[in-house]
């Protein structure tokens, strides 16, 4: 019995360990892309008054890497968000291999129900 516990807290720990990290790594991202941003678009005058949706060119994860390939910051920055989006994505992924080694199969269900979930709503907003 207390082997299952050391082995629940191990994981408790890496899915703690893998949210900070995720969350720090997706801020640095930002703002270095933030800074690069800024070195190029500084003086750029920008409207708010009117969406104009032709801009958006970075709507798609296939564009975000297309735009990370030349460093451009608003790649960047939108790189940076998408490992914030996927950070609570894996920690989903890393709970269902959890509840496999405790051999826990209804977790192990519902874990996998709302990986689908996520993935199939997000298939639809960032591949577009």
Do not use: W
């Not at 969350?23 to 500084?42: N, T």
């Not at 490992?83 to 977790?107: N, Q």
Request: overall charge positive; proline content about 2%.
């Amino acid at each position: 019995m207390g082997k299952h516990y050391f082995a629940d807290k191990d994981i408790q720990v890496i899915l703690g360990t893998l949210l900070r990290v995720g969350v720090i790594a997706s801020m640095l991202v930002v703002f270095i892309g933030g800074l690069i941003y800024l070195s190029g678009y500084s003086r750029e005058i920008i409207d708010y008054s009117v969406f104009n949706p032709s801009k958006t060119k970075y709507s798609s994860i296939l564009a975000i890497f297309q735009g990370l390939s030349v460093l451009d910051g608003k790649a960047i920055i939108q790189f940076g968000t998408l490992l914030l989006i996927f950070t609570p994505v894996t920690r989903v992924v890393f709970s269902i291999f959890g509840f496999l080694i405790e051999r826990d199969y209804l977790y192990v269900l519902i874990g996998v129900f709302v990986l689908c979930v996520i993935l199939i709503s997000l298939s639809n907003k960032l591949v577009g």
